[in-house]
């Protein structure tokens, strides 16, 4: 779970909702195998993040989260 507070939307006057911000990822190669790194809290994740900045690429990226 995210350390992020979930989203306060304003739909009404009379009441606001939380939305969660959530991700979903399904990554399987031509062998049927899928990739898993261990992450800082010792979980089992998909390899993925956010790109460091403007001039950051995809390609540098991914390359720099294998």
């Known amino acids: 779970m995210s350390d992020r507070p979930p989203c306060l939307v304003e739909r009404d006057s009379a009441y606001v909702e939380y ?9 399987v190669d031509h062998h049927g195998r899928v990739p898993l790194l261990k992450n ?9 993040g956010r790109a460091g900045g403007r001039r950051d690429t995809r390609g540098r990226g991914a390359s720099r989260d294998r």
Do not use: A, F, N
Not at 19 to 27: A, E, G
């Open 19 to 27: 939305q969660l911000l959530i991700s979903v990822k399904l990554v």
């Open 40 to 48: 800082e809290h010792g979980e089992w994740e998909l390899p993925g």
